[in-house]
């Protein structure tokens, strides 16, 4: 498992995400800072990124030990109307 993770940080050192992910991983960070009052490391915010967005809208996610509402957007929008 520890192997798992140093390489997916050091593939994420070499082949950054998209710039599309950075204000994600920002809110990722912020969340669990307010409810949790910890930081967390690199690896697993960027890991939990999509944990935290690929959700229903006010469903619990946990990210390292600590649970969050999750981070997607509703949109509020009706098909069809």
Same mark, same amino acid.
């Given at each position: 498992?520890?192997? %798992?993770?140093?390489? $997916? ?7 950054? $995400? ?20 910890? @930081?967390?490391?690199?690896?697993? $915010? $960027? ?12 469903? @619990? ?9 999750? %981070? ?10």
């Amino acid at each position: 498992m520890r192997s %798992l993770t140093v390489a $997916l940080a050091l593939g994420l050192m070499l082949f950054p $995400l998209p710039q599309a992910h950075a204000g994600k991983v920002a809110s990722v960070k912020q969340a669990v800072k307010e409810k949790c009052s910890k @930081e967390i490391p690199i690896d697993i $915010l $960027l890991a939990s990124v999509v944990r935290a967005y690929d959700c229903q809208p006010n469903q @619990e996610v946990t990210i390292a030990s600590c649970k969050i509402k999750c %981070l997607k957007g509703d949109s509020g929008n009706v098909v069809g109307q």
